[in-house]
Structure formats: structure tokens, C-alpha cells
């Protein structure tokens, strides 16, 4: 199982959830280990990119929640992505609120989340 750290959400494959642990970080025990970078962050105009690095070919899902931990919209979903480095230009949902959301990417079996600001 691969564990995210950040803040104080532990984020683990399937979801995230609250703890009182504050460690920044990541421990990570599988291979595939898939980069993730958001621009611009803050993001404006309801409209940023998502880069990241697939190790092999991959069905990819990204969703969106808020940091209550609740879903708001899913972004992708299973769509099939190449080895290497990929970029996405992502719309937010219509009237989104300012504020911090969380971003995860699901590539086969390998998640990774990254903490985005909506201005």
C-alpha cells in the first residue's frame, strides 16, 4: 500500500481521511511512483494543467475533493494515458468556491494526490 502524508489528511488508495499525524511526506513501497505538478497554483479562471510521469502505459482517473474529504467531481476517468510525461488541461466544475481542494491522480494501481488553491 502506498500512504500520502500532507497536512493533516493520510491519503491511501480508495480515499483519505483525517489524522492528527502532521508529517509532510511520502512513503511510498511500489515502482510505479508517478509524479504530479499543478499549474498555475493558485489557479484562476477555473481553468489549470496537470503534469505527471507515467513509468508505463496507464488507464488514468483524477478527481477532485474537498478538504472535508468529500468528492466534487471526477476530472477523468479511466481514460488510457502513454509512458512518460503527460500534461492535461483540466477545467473545474462551474462555480466553484475559492479555497483548497485536493487533487488525486489514480494511474492503474498507483494514486497520488497534491493539494490545489482555487482563487
Not at 47 to 69: M, Q, R, S, W
Amino acid at each position: 500500500m502506498t500512504i500520502y502524508c500532507l497536512s493533516n489528511f493520510v491519503f491511501t488508495h480508495g480515499g483519505f481521511r483525517f489524522t492528527d499525524n502532521l508529517l509532510l511526506g511520502v512513503v511510498d513501497n511500489t515502482s510505479n511512483a508517478t509524479a504530479l505538478s499543478a499549474y498555475p497554483n493558485p489557479i484562476q479562471n477555473n481553468t489549470f494543467c496537470l503534469e505527471y510521469t507515467l513509468p508505463e502505459n496507464a488507464d488514468i482517473t483524477v478527481n477532485l475533493y474537498d478538504l472535508k474529504g468529500q468528492l466534487i467531481t471526477n476530472l477523468l476517468n479511466k481514460q488510457t494515458r502513454t509512458k512518460g510525461k503527460n500534461t492535461e488541461q483540466v477545467l473545474l466544475p462551474p462555480g466553484i468556491a475559492k479555497g483548497q481542494y485536493v487533487v488525486e491522480l489514480i494511474a492503474d494501481q498507483n494514486q497520488i494526490v497534491i493539494k490545489i488553491i482555487v482563487d
